[in-house]
C-alpha cells in the first residue's frame, strides 16, 4: 500500500506537487468517497479525517509528509478495523472497505505526479464501487460527475501554466464526451455476464415484512412509503380492480397463540396436481426491490413464471408461492402469468392431516375465542354462517387503527373481547383463531394489497405502506378462497388505500412533505416514472436483451456481424476525426483572447473605429482612448488583461476579460 522510498532523507527530495493539484486531488477524492463511506463503517471516517487534515495541513505548508510511524500507525488502524468489522465475511463490503483504505492511505504519501496518477487510476475503481450500493439515476449522474473531476485531475498534473478551474473542468468535460460514445457502443455489444453488483452484498436491504407475524408487525411497516416492486401488465394501460391486487408473499398456517410462521417452511413439496380449469388469467412483469428474503410476489394463483434478470429459475410450490433459491440481494425482474379465476374440474378436499394442521390452535390459548366458536358451533352453524357470522362480528363493533393498545399473553382474546381495535394483522389472526377452533380450516397470508397508479408508464408502484394481512379458508368442494376481514372493517382499504381508511391522527401520522401538495405528488410520480424506465431499459439490459436489440440493429448476433459493425464504426469515427484533425490544420483555432478582442474590435467598427492593417491591439486601443477619452478606464483594463493572457500566460484572468469585452462600452 505505501510506495516503497529510497534511503533519502525527506528533506533531500526534490519532486513535489504544486498546491493547486494537490487540491484537486483533495477535492477529487471528497467527491468520490462520500456516498461509500455512507455504506461503510464509522472507523473510515475517521481515518479519513485524519487523512484528509493532515494533507491539508501540508497544503498549507504547516506540517511535513507524514513519517514512517504514522503511516505504520494509520495502517495498523485500518487493519484492525477491517478485521473487526468482516473477519470471517467475503463479499462487496469487505472488498470495498479494504479498496476504500487503500485510496484514503495513499493521500498521505501523494509527492510526486506518479504517486497523484496511481490515486487517480484508484479513484476510477472507487467511481464504479459507488454504482454497488446504488444504481439509481441520481447516482449515475453523480459518477459522470465524479468521472468529469477525475479526468480535470488527471490533465492537471501534465498542465505546466496556470489555468482557471473553468478551464479544467470544461476541459475534462470535452474528454468526457469523448469516451461516452465509445462507453455506448461498449455497454450494447459487450456480452452480458450478469452486473457486478450481483456478487454477494452483505448490507442487502433488509426491508419488508419477516417470515413470522405477530401484532404490531405491519403497523410499523405501514410508516415506510419506500417502493416494495413496480409491475407492468401485459397489453393493458390500466390495473386490474383494486379487489384483485393481492399480491401474495407468504403462507403462514402454524400459530402459537400470540405469532403465525410458516408450518413447512420452504420444504418445497411438489405442487399438487392441477384439478382446476383457469378461466381468467393476467400477464404482467415485476421490477422487484432487494429485500433480502427468497420470497416474490404473485397474484392469486400463479401458473407460470421466468427470472428475467438472472438465470436461476424462480420455483412455485405447493402453496402457489414464489421462491427464488437465493435472498434477493438486488433488484430482480421476473415475469408471471397468474390465474385469477379458477373452476374445479373435481371435487377437492383435504386430507385429514392437511385439515388437522390448518384447525390446530395451542392449547390453553384465548380460552374466551374458543368458548366463542364452540357457542357458535353448538347453535348449528354451518361454516359458511360461522364465517358470515365473525365478518359481522368485526363490522359491527371493530375499529381500523395504525395505532392499536398493546396486546398481553392471549392476545386474540383481549383484541375480540376488550380493545376492538388494531391493523390488518390483528383481524386475520383473530379471524382465523376464531375459525380455526370453530373447526374451519384457514391460514394466514402476508403481502402487499393494492398499489398506486403511475399514468406516465403505466405501471403499477406497490410500496411498503402497502403491506397486508388476510386470510385463506377452505371450502369443501371448492378449495381456499381468499376472505379478507380487514374489508369487513374498513372497506375503503381496500378499495381506496391505506390514507382513505385511517383516521384523522393515523393521517397525521403517515403525513410527510408530498402528500400536501399537488405539485410535490406529480414531481414525485415523474421521478419514480423516471427511476422505471432507467430500470427498464439500463439496469435491465440483460443478455435476452441485448440478443433483441442486436438482432433488431445488425439482423443478427453472430460474432463476424458484431465485428463488422464494430470494424465499421471504428473506420467512421477515424475518418471523422481525421476530417476534424484537417480542418483544425488548415483553420487553426484561435486562442480565447484572441476571439475577446476580435470581439472587441467589431463593437468599435460599430462605433466608427476600425483597426488598422499592421496595427497592433495595444496601439489600436491606445489610438481609440485619445479619440475617446470617456472609454479610458474600460479599454485601459481590457488592453491589461489582454497583454496578461497573451505575453504572460495569466490565463485565470480570461474570465475577467470576457466579461469587460462584453459589458464594453459601459
Given at each position: 500500500m505505501?510506495?516503497?522510498?529510497l ?11 504544486a498546491?493547486?493539484?494537490l ?16 455504506n461503510?463503517p464509522a472507523?473510515?471516517?475517521l ?13 498549507r505548508?504547516r ?5 514512517g510511524t504514522?503511516?505504520?500507525l494509520?495502517t495498523?488502524?485500518?487493519a ?8 470471517g ?10 479498496l ?11 509527492n510526486s ?12 475503481v472507487i467511481t ?10 441520481l ?11 477525475l479526468?480535470?485531475s488527471?490533465?492537471s498534473?501534465y498542465l ?8 479544467r473542468?470544461?476541459?475534462?468535460g470535452?474528454l ?7 462507453m455506448?457502443?461498449?455497454?450494447v ?12 452484498n ?8 419477516s417470515d ?14 419506500a ?20 399480491w ?6 402454524n400459530?402459537d397463540?400470540?405469532t ?8 418445497l413439496?411438489?405442487?399438487?396436481e392441477?384439478n382446476?380449469r383457469v378461466l ?6 415485476i421490477?422487484?426491490e432487494?429485500h ?14 421466468s ?8 420455483r ?7 421462491y427464488?433459491?437465493?435472498?434477493v440481494a438486488?433488484?430482480?425482474?421476473y415475469?408471471?402469468?397468474s ?13 385429514t ?9 395451542p392449547?390453553?390459548a384465548n ?8 357457542q357458535?358451533r353448538g ?5 359458511q ?16 387503527s395504525l395505532?392499536p ?10 383484541f ?9 394483522e ?8 376464531l375459525l380455526?377452533?370453530?373447526?374451519v380450516p384457514?391460514?394466514?397470508v402476508v403481502?402487499y394489497?393494492?398499489g398506486?397508479?403511475?399514468p406516465?408508464e ?6 411498503q ?9 377452505w371450502?369443501e ?8 376481514p380487514?374489508?369487513a372493517?374498513?372497506p375503503?382499504?381496500i378499495e ?8 384523522a391522527?393515523d393521517q397525521n401520522l ?5 402528500s400536501?401538495?399537488s ?5 414525485q410520480?415523474?421521478w419514480?416514472?423516471?427511476?422505471f424506465v ?5 439496469l435491465?439490459?440483460?443478455?435476452d436483451?441485448?440478443?433483441g436489440l ?12 458484431i ?6 464504426l471504428?473506420?467512421a ?6 476530417w476534424?484533425?484537417?480542418r ?12 475577446a ?5 467589431r463593437?468599435l ?15 489600436f486601443?491606445?489610438?481609440?482612448i ?19 493572457i497573451a505575453?504572460r500566460?495569466?490565463?485565470q484572468?480570461?474570465a ?5 469585452v ?5
Amino acid at each position: 500500500m505505501w510506495t516503497k522510498r529510497l534511503a533519502q532523507p525527506h528533506s533531500q527530495r526534490t519532486e513535489y506537487l504544486a498546491r493547486d493539484k494537490l487540491a484537486w486531488l483533495l477535492v477529487m477524492q471528497t467527491l468520490l468517497i462520500l456516498p461509500l463511506l455512507i455504506n461503510l463503517p464509522a472507523w473510515l471516517w475517521l481515518v479519513w479525517a485524519i487523512a484528509g487534515f493532515w494533507r491539508t495541513q501540508v497544503f498549507r505548508g504547516r506540517w511535513g509528509a507524514p513519517g514512517g510511524t504514522v503511516k505504520t500507525l494509520l495502517t495498523l488502524v485500518c487493519a484492525g478495523g477491517l478485521i473487526a468489522s468482516y473477519a470471517g465475511k467475503t463479499g462487496t463490503d469487505t472488498m470495498v472497505g479494504l479498496l476504500v483504505c487503500a485510496f484514503v492511505l495513499k493521500l498521505l504519501e501523494v509527492n510526486s505526479a506518479r504517486d497523484a496518477q496511481l490515486l487517480i487510476f484508484i479513484g476510477f475503481v472507487i467511481t464504479a464501487c459507488q454504482l454497488l450500493f446504488n444504481q439509481s439515476p441520481l447516482a449515475a449522474f453523480y459518477s459522470l460527475g465524479c468521472l468529469l473531476v477525475l479526468l480535470a485531475s488527471w490533465r492537471s498534473l501534465y498542465l505546466t501554466t496556470a489555468q482557471s478551474n473553468g478551464l479544467r473542468l470544461r476541459a475534462g468535460g470535452r474528454l468526457l464526451l469523448h469516451a461516452l460514445p465509445v462507453m455506448l457502443v461498449l455497454f450494447v455489444v459487450i456480452p452480458r455476464l450478469g452486473p457486478l453488483w450481483a456478487i454477494p452484498n452483505q448490507q442487502a436491504a433488509k426491508t419488508g415484512f419477516s417470515d413470522s407475524l405477530s401484532p404490531g408487525d405491519l403497523g410499523q411497516l405501514a410508516l415506510n412509503r419506500a417502493p416494495a416492486f413496480r409491475v407492468e401488465f401485459t397489453n393493458k394501460d390500466e390495473p386490474p380492480p383494486a379487489n384483485q391486487l393481492y399480491w401474495r408473499g407468504l403462507v403462514l398456517d402454524n400459530f402459537d397463540g400470540r405469532t403465525w410462521r410458516q408450518r413447512d417452511s420452504w420444504g418445497l413439496p411438489p405442487a399438487a396436481e392441477n384439478n382446476q380449469r383457469v378461466l381468467e388469467s393476467l400477464d404482467y412483469s415485476i421490477i422487484m426491490e432487494p429485500h433480502g428474503q427468497p420470497w416474490l410476489f404473485s397474484l392469486m394463483t400463479p401458473q407460470r413464471t421466468s427470472a428475467v434478470s438472472n438465470r436461476r429459475p424462480i420455483r412455485i410450490t405447493r402453496d402457489h408461492l414464489l421462491y427464488n433459491p437465493v435472498p434477493v440481494a438486488q433488484r430482480l425482474r421476473y415475469e408471471v402469468s397468474s390465474a385469477l379465476q379458477l373452476e374445479p374440474v373435481a371435487k377437492v378436499s383435504l386430507s385429514t392431516g392437511e385439515r388437522a394442521a390448518h384447525t390446530r390452535l395451542p392449547a390453553n390459548a384465548n380460552p374466551q375465542t374458543r368458548a366463542l366458536a364452540e357457542q357458535w358451533r353448538g347453535e348449528g352453524l354451518a361454516d359458511q354462517a360461522i364465517i358470515e357470522r365473525a365478518l359481522s362480528l368485526f363490522n359491527r363493533e371493530f375499529t381500523y387503527s395504525l395505532q392499536p393498545p398493546v396486546l398481553g399473553q392471549h392476545s386474540v382474546d383481549e383484541f375480540l373481547f376488550s380493545t376492538k381495535k388494531g391493523f390488518c394483522e390483528h383481524f386475520a389472526s383473530s379471524f382465523s383463531v376464531l375459525l380455526r377452533a370453530a373447526g374451519v380450516p384457514v391460514r394466514v397470508v402476508v403481502g402487499y394489497q393494492g398499489g398506486r397508479w403511475n399514468p406516465l408508464e403505466n405501471y403499477l408502484l406497490v410500496s411498503q405502506s402497502d403491506a397486508h394481512a388476510w386470510t385463506e379458508v377452505w371450502i369443501e368442494g371448492e378449495g381456499w378462497r381468499t376472505i379478507d376481514p380487514t374489508a369487513a372493517v374498513a372497506p375503503n382499504r381496500i378499495e381506496q388505500g391505506l390514507d382513505d381508511a385511517l383516521s384523522a391522527d393515523d393521517q397525521n401520522l403517515m403525513s410527510n412533505n408530498w402528500s400536501g401538495s399537488s405539485l410535490l405528488y406529480n414531481l414525485q410520480l415523474r421521478w419514480d416514472a423516471a427511476n422505471f424506465v432507467w430500470q427498464r431499459w439500463v439496469l435491465n439490459y440483460d443478455s435476452d436483451a441485448q440478443e433483441g436489440l442486436l438482432t433488431r440493429l445488425l439482423g443478427g448476433t453472430e460474432v463476424w456481424r458484431i465485428t463488422l459493425w464494430l470494424v465499421g464504426l471504428g473506420l467512421a469515427a477515424a475518418a471523422l476525426a481525421a476530417w476534424a484533425l484537417l480542418r483544425s490544420h488548415a483553420r487553426p483555432a484561435l486562442r480565447a483572447e484572441i476571439r475577446a478582442i476580435q470581439s472587441l474590435e467589431r463593437k468599435l467598427a460599430q462605433l466608427g473605429y476600425v483597426r488598422g492593417m499592421g496595427e497592433t491591439p495595444g496601439d489600436f486601443i491606445a489610438r481609440v482612448i485619445r479619440s475617446e477619452p470617456r472609454w479610458q478606464a474600460s479599454l485601459s483594463i481590457i488592453a491589461r488583461l489582454f497583454e496578461q493572457i497573451a505575453y504572460r500566460q495569466q490565463t485565470q484572468q480570461l474570465a475577467q476579460l470576457q466579461e469587460k469585452v462584453r459589458r464594453f462600452p459601459f
